[in-house]
């Protein structure tokens, strides 16, 4: 650390304390700023070793000289220098340094270690340092450590950067081993050797060098003692305190409330004011209206406790402009215990400050848009998954309750364009038991001074209504007891209505609300994410209603195709289609039962390849085909291989499967002959009377529409009254997941289980219920035939 010279021509040292002195009563500085807490590098250069200071601000007066002894140590200093300049040709120096007027030691710079000490620099170590010896081991030896008592070695120590061929122009360092001096000693040798204080000068010798050619440096060790070494060090701090650019303050807490009594001129320049209107005055006048008193309550908590604190507030400056003030507040205790003053020290960190506000607001700007865009997406998720549009509605009440809204409602026109037949499809509230409470407030959900309807004027096609604040007891209320009693149960705050529009449409509206006392206050922002929100609802509300209107039309074709059973003589019959759960709920099963011109009674059951309008169109021409060939009066087999040929040839379907047969009464008129052809279809079950149960998988033959190729026959079986024949398409046994093989099984078992199979119904209610038909993905037909 470089020195500066002062007005005597000696080297001083500048401001070395870490934290400025502490104030005695008459507001002068007393030492007590932590002077014993130096850190790291305490005594090294900073801003303030060149800071010019008056002697009159530490209390020295005009043309005072330095401290007592202090002088002298300079003369002893230089005759040290001199001698030394005299020998420094090559002459013996540890002759020259023996006689010295001081502790004199010699360091080897290569080494850095220290090669010769004289008879005083010897008194330190007790005379026990054997030499050459390492530089922080000697430090240790002489039982030397900084001002705080921390050893040489744990700092950067004179004397370590002396060993560095540093220059080291005078620094304080305390001799902290006073068990040195042996047991013999006095409690009185031992309390000053405890207490003593070096004054440490050090430089490399360039020029010179010993017996062995060594690079050598010089340190002299001058004893600082009495009132000399005292003031010396409280003039160093009183100039650390005063050059300062951090605000340093002393209150006295003996006075009227506890008043400041000293100020550094960094405080003046910080706070706009001067001393004469700061001194005697408590430091609150820094404070403002926005001026946090939680804060302000913390620092009032650790005054009375005595006790440190540091607390980051806003305060004003004389012209009102406002900084954020960091405040470190400090007790200074006498010998007995009893605070004597509070030293603090301001420091303006409005920059700190707004730069971690703006990233804080930063962070929670995109925070706030990831939640926007999680909000979307799952909106819009929930409300594509229903093919319903009060299911749309619904799923989206229950996303933005309460991600954006305490309380939610949709409202849907029934017939676009006519805001009468609007009806309030879905509602939801943080707090399921207010749930009906808006419900039933109708209109009055988003009530306003002027008695105007934010959701009647939306739903005519008016633009979205942002509603800050809602009234709190609103005009047309107040003759409604019923009414308003709800409202205030609801207690609103702020509202947002936007409409549910797709393809240039009002579909409906969405309202948003929040309550007292901690709902949020709706913005512009809050308008903009309801805006998109209600589109993708409309998107959704309209596409079901679009499926709606498909799948009405869908079932109208299907119950057009599929025949009425007929009533035939000898038969009881039922019949059961399965719309499958995806798609439009149509497709290419179909089932026939045909009383035919020579008394015999056609059945068909079918399946074209598809699952769509098209493939139901297919089916329709199919079966009007085998219709028509079986009128004709044609066996199973030749019906089959007629379809077979239309299809190829006039590309009707791309394939299908069924099952052809006759029912028909034997010459001998007991019981009935069933003649079956299979092109490829799942074959029918025979429960025998008696309980047993058949598949009926003869001939079975390619699909048609597959090839011209295969020979199709005619299987017959002979039945009898009480049978039950059960025909069905794949869509009962194939699920994804789950083996047909083993629920066909599972069909057998359910038929050979009943006891009771007169009721035909009851049979395929039976049947469906535990082959779980609500979940089935494909169309399926079921057709039970009773013979009596």
Same mark, same amino acid.
């Given at each position: ?12 040292? #500048? %401001?070395? @304390?870490? $934290? /400025?002195? =502490?104030?005695?009563? &008459?507001?002068? *500085?007393?030492?007590?700023? +932590? ?27 005009? #043309? %005072?000289? @330095?401290? $007592? /002894?202090? =002088?002298?140590?300079? &003369?002893?200093? *230089?005759?040290?220098?001199? +001698? ?27 080494? #850095?270690?220290?090669?010769? $000490? ?671």
């Amino acid at each position: 650390m470089t020195g500066r010279t002062n007005g005597d021509g000696h080297t001083d040292e #500048g %401001a070395v @304390a870490s $934290a /400025g002195a =502490a104030g005695g009563r &008459d507001g002068t *500085a007393t030492g007590g700023l +932590g002077i014993d807490d130096v850190g790291d590098g305490a005594w090294r250069g900073s801003a303030v070793e060149t800071a010019a200071v008056d002697p009159s601000s530490f209390g020295v007066g005009d #043309g %005072a000289s @330095a401290p $007592a /002894g202090m =002088a002298d140590m300079a &003369d002893e200093a *230089a005759a040290v220098r001199d +001698g030394l300049a005299l020998d420094a040709g090559g002459g013996d120096l540890p002759q020259v340094l023996h006689t010295a007027p001081a502790a004199v030691a010699l360091i080897d710079l290569d080494a #850095g270690t220290v090669t010769y $000490a004289n008879g005083s620099a010897q008194d330190l170590t007790g005379g026990k340092a054997s030499l050459p010896l390492d530089i922080d081991a000697w430090s240790e030896a002489a039982g030397l450590t900084d001002l705080s008592g921390r050893p040489m070695r744990d700092t950067a120590s004179p004397l370590s950067r002396v060993a560095q061929g540093m220059p080291v122009s005078g620094e304080p360092v305390a001799v902290a081993d006073a068990a040195r001096r042996g047991s013999e000693a006095t409690a009185e040798e031992r309390e000053e050797a405890e207490g003593r204080l070096l004054w440490v000068t050090g430089f490399p010798l360039s020029e010179a060098e010993d017996d062995e050619r060594r690079r050598l440096a010089l340190v002299v060790f001058l004893q600082l003692s009495g009132a000399g070494a005292q003031r010396h060090l409280e003039m160093m701090r009183d100039r650390a305190v005063v050059a300062t650019e951090l605000s340093f303050t002393i209150s006295d807490p003996d006075r009227a409330q506890n008043p400041l009594v000293w100020v550094n001129p960094a405080f003046t320049r910080l706070t706009g004011y001067d001393l004469d209107e700061v001194l005697g005055r408590n430091c609150r006048f820094l404070q403002g209206p926005n001026t946090d008193p939680t804060s302000i309550a913390r620092i009032r908590s650790a005054l009375a406790d005595e006790r440190p604190i540091t607390e980051v507030l806003l305060n004003y400056r004389r012209d009102g402009t406002a900084f954020w003030n960091q405040v470190s507040i400090s007790p200074v205790f006498d010998g007995g215990g009893r605070v004597v003053n509070f030293v603090g020290v301001q420091a303006d960190v409005t920059e700190r400050v707004m730069v971690e506000n703006e990233r804080r607001a930063a962070l929670a700007a995109a925070e706030e848009t990831r939640e926007q865009l999680r909000l979307l997406t799952d909106s819009t998720a929930a409300m594509t998954a229903s093919l319903d549009s009060g299911g749309a509605a619904r799923a989206l009440a229950r996303i933005v309750v309460p991600a954006l809204a305490d309380y939610c409602c949709v409202d849907l026109l029934e017939e676009v364009g006519d805001p009468s037949s609007a009806h309030r499809v879905a509602v939801n509230h943080r707090d399921d038991a207010k749930t009906d409470t808006v419900g039933a407030l109708g209109r009055w959900i988003t009530p306003t001074e002027d008695g105007d309807d934010p959701v009647d004027r939306v739903l005519a096609g008016g633009a979205p209504s942002l509603l800050p604040e809602l009234p709190v007891r609103p005009d047309g209320l107040r003759d409604d007891g019923d009414l308003l009693e709800r409202y205030e149960q609801l207690r609103p705050r702020s509202a947002i209505v936007v409409p549910l529009r797709a393809r240039g449409q009002v579909l409906g509206a969405l309202t948003l609300g929040t309550e007292l006392p901690y709902g949020r206050r709706y913005s512009q922002r809050d308008l903009y994410l309801a805006s998109d929100l209600a589109a993708r609802a409309g998107l959704a509300v309209d596409n079901a209603r679009l499926y709606a209107r498909e799948h009405g039309a869908a079932e109208t074709l299907q119950r057009s195709l599929l025949p009425a059973v007929p009533e035939v003589p000898g038969l009881t019959v039922a019949s059961r289609y399965l719309a499958a759960t995806d798609g439009a709920q149509v497709g290419g099963d179909w089932y026939d039962l045909l009383p035919l011109p020579d008394g015999a009674v056609g059945i068909a059951v079918g399946d074209v390849v598809g699952h769509d309008l098209r493939a139901a169109a297919a089916m329709g021409e199919l079966r009007g085909v085998l219709r028509s060939y079986a009128w004709e009066g044609l066996g199973p087999d030749a019906v089959i291989d007629r379809c077979n040929d239309l299809v190829q040839g006039m590309h009707m379907a791309a394939m299908a499967t069924a099952v052809f047969g006759r029912l028909e009464r034997p010459a001998d008129g007991e019981g009935w002959i069933l003649g079956y052809c299979n092109a490829g279809h799942p074959p029918p079950l025979l429960r025998r009377n008696d309980g047993s149960v058949e598949l009926l998988t003869g001939n079975l033959s390619p699909l048609i529409g597959a090839t011209r190729a295969a020979e199709r026959d005619c299987t017959e079986v002979l039945l009898q009254a009480g049978d039950l024949l059960v025909l069905h398409t794949d869509g009962l046994i194939e699920a994804p997941g789950l083996d047909p093989d083993e629920r066909t099984d599972l069909l057998v078992r359910t038929l050979a289980e009943q006891d009771d199979v007169d009721d035909a119904d009851a049979i395929c209610d039976r049947i469906l219920e535990v082959m779980g038909a609500e979940g089935l993905r494909d169309d399926a037909v079921l057709l039970a035939i009773r013979l009596s």
